[in-house]
Structure formats: structure tokens, C-alpha cells
């Protein structure tokens, strides 16, 4: 039995019902490799699939990948190409796959892959059943930016702001796993992250391997979740 077997075998007193991905270092894995930085991106597809699979298998029922940032699209040209690229390579993989697909993103901009489009409404695949997120073109202002449109109509009920973001149609997150060593979460789904946990890895997400989610989540088994309380 290999090691990523014997890990799977272990059985979790408690898993999070929601995970976020911050897949960091594409770049810096890419220059380590004597590679153009743009080719890092195309590299950490198969190891979005590997970790969609590892979630099916375990029962965790919503995943949520950080594609891309508004930010990120002040890179360089050919970068903003293939990060692009990579988004909807990614999503057409999973596609193939039992999932219930959900892009979040500004898709009134020119930098939102068109080919994403029909994603911007959750669509199932296969069974279904596990909920895949990507943020694509995501700029946590205007997802909140929806909010406060809905909040003036209304008259501000601040309790309706979850429902009323961009992307309400993401749950609460409960543990975030960031590649690439950066302690911040950049932007990542502010709402829904208010209450997650965050385990970074210094690994660049390229070099993914199946016992670094294995090790987060028995991290994440030892944490007390209060959630304020």
C-alpha cells in the first residue's frame, strides 16, 4: 500500500464541509524549472483534477479554486493568456466529471474568458453531486459591489448581505489551503471566508501532492471551530 493509500484509510473525526483553493507559485515553479513564467499555469491542472478527485472521494461536498484575480490581469500580455487559458482548460476538464459547476467573476469584462459564459449559472455534470467553484476574473469589490446595489433598494437590511453578494451561490468556507507560501488571502471570497481556517504550504501548487490536503485536513480536525461562540 503506498503512502497516499495508507493516508486515505485514516478516518477523519471531522471534515470541512467547504474547502478553498489558492493554488500560488505557478510562476516561481516555472523560473525554478528553466521554464517561461506563463508555462506554470498549464501545470497545475492536473493537480486541480488529482485534488477535485480526492475531494469526491472523501465526502467534502464544495470546493472553490482561486483561477484568477482582476489584479492578476495587469501581468504581462502572454501571462494573462495562459492564466485565461488555464481557467477554462480547468473547467472544461470537470466538466467531464460528476460535478455542479459554478463560475464567479466579473463576465461583463473583457478579460472574462467567453468560453466561461455558460458557467456563470451553476450547471451539473455527470451525478453532480460535489459543488467545483472558480473564481475567474474575481475582484472581491465587485462582488460585494452587487451587495450594496441590493442593500439601497431595499432599504439596508445588512442581514441580506450573504445573499445579495455576486456570489451568493458560494457557501460559508471552512478551511483554506494556500500553495506557494504567501500568508494572505488575497482577496479570496471575503464573506465567506470571515470564519475559515488557513493552512499555507510553501510547495508550489505544480509540485500538488495528494498527502499535503491529507495533512490540512487532520490540521484542520485540531482546530476549534466556535465560529465566534
Known amino acids: 500500500m503506498d503512502n497516499t493509500s495508507s493516508m486515505m484509510n485514516y478516518l477523519f473525526s471531522r471534515l470541512p464541509k467547504h474547502v478553498g483553493i489558492i493554488p500560488d507559485g505557478n510562476r516561481r515553479w516555472a523560473v525554478r524549472q528553466g521554464k517561461g513564467k506563463e508555462e506554470g499555469y498549464e501545470c497545475g491542472l492536473e493537480p486541480g483534477l488529482e485534488l477535485y478527485k480526492l475531494c469526491r472521494e472523501l465526502g467534502i461536498p464544495e470546493l472553490t479554486f482561486y483561477g484568477f484575480t482582476h489584479d492578476n490581469t495587469k501581468r504581462p500580455a502572454i501571462q494573462k493568456h495562459a492564466f485565461q487559458q488555464a481557467c477554462v482548460k480547468a473547467v472544461q476538464m470537470l466538466a467531464d466529471h460528476d460535478a455542479s459547476l459554478l463560475v464567479v467573476g466579473n463576465h461583463t469584462s473583457g478579460s472574462f474568458p467567453k468560453e466561461l459564459l455558460p458557467f456563470i449559472n451553476r450547471k451539473s455534470f455527470g451525478q453532480g453531486g460535489i459543488k467545483v467553484n472558480f ?37 460559508r468556507v471552512d478551511l483554506i489551503v494556500r500553495w506557494g507560501g504567501r500568508r494572505r488571502l488575497s482577496g479570496f471570497l471575503p464573506v465567506q471566508s470571515v470564519y475559515a481556517d488557513f493552512y499555507v504550504l510553501d510547495d508550489y501548487w505544480p509540485d500538488f501532492r495528494p498527502e499535503q490536503f491529507i495533512e490540512a485536513l487532520r490540521w484542520y480536525e485540531e482546530q476549534d471551530v466556535t465560529l465566534g461562540g
Open 135 to 171: 473564481l475567474v476574473n474575481y475582484d472581491w469589490q465587485w462582488d460585494l459591489y452587487q451587495a450594496s446595489q441590493s442593500q439601497l433598494a431595499s432599504g439596508g437590511n445588512s442581514r441580506q448581505l450573504a445573499s445579495t453578494i455576486a456570489s451568493y451561490d458560494v457557501s
